[in-house]
């Protein structure tokens, strides 16, 4: 008896995530013009930014655990965890999103960084967040898969895949901002590029897998 595959991308999500990918990108490449070479906070950014003394002592530590999750040792971790859970529960199709999704998400950050030339602190180039992006991106996944293994409805799906999306990506923001690393926008614009590559890269993995099943049963 042959196990049925789990999609990377659950029906009841489909739609909606894909009409947010569109939004996402949308998102990201406005905000891309609105600060491209710019090297100070906006009024928005401004009326955000932590005082000149930083975070506490308790809550900077615990930003900096924060931060760690998407630093190069941090997050490979996590894609570990991630993709090892996956083949081990037998979801192929989410470990290949996990690796695939989260790598174009973090080029993408990296690229747009230099073409739109926002620095923060002089010369660190900022927009957008590659950490909040990943963040938002393993968000987004561990969303996906929880909607699947629950079958949940449209509308419940949908809350969990944005509830989940915004708490994570909220989080690193704020660590990201509060240790100074990048401006709130930045975070905006990390979070609009995981929302904006995860769902459209989850919808390709299905319908590469479907063809390449299609074509090997012929």
Do not use: Q
Request: proline share 6%; glycine share 12%.
């Amino acid at each position: 008896m042959r196990t049925a595959v789990r999609p990377a991308l659950p029906a009841s999500v489909r739609a909606p995530s894909l009409a947010l990918a569109g939004l996402g990108l949308v998102t990201l490449v406005v905000l891309g013009l609105l600060f491209a070479g710019h090297s100070a906070p906006s009024t928005f950014d401004a009326g955000l930014l932590p005082g000149p003394d930083g975070l506490p002592d308790p809550w900077w530590y615990f930003a900096n655990a924060i931060d760690f999750c998407g630093e190069p040792v941090g997050s490979a971790i996590l894609m570990v965890l991630f993709v090892g859970g996956s083949l081990l529960a037998g979801r192929t199709r989410t470990a290949v999103l996990t690796l695939v999704g989260c790598g174009i998400t973090v080029a993408l950050t990296s690229i747009s960084k230099p073409v739109t030339g926002r620095t923060i602190h002089g010369s660190f180039l900022s927009y957008p967040s590659g950490h909040t992006a990943f963040a938002t991106a393993l968000a987004l996944i561990a969303a996906f898969v929880l909607v699947d293994r629950f079958r949940l409805g449209r509308a419940p799906a949908v809350a969990l895949m944005l509830g989940l999306a915004l708490v994570c990506g909220f989080l690193m923001a704020w660590a990201e901002v509060g240790l100074g690393a990048h401006y709130p926008t930045d975070t905006i614009g990390g979070f609009a590029t995981a929302l904006a590559v995860i769902p459209a890269t989850a919808f390709v993995a299905d319908r590469v897998w479907l063809r390449r099943h299609e074509t090997g049963s012929r």
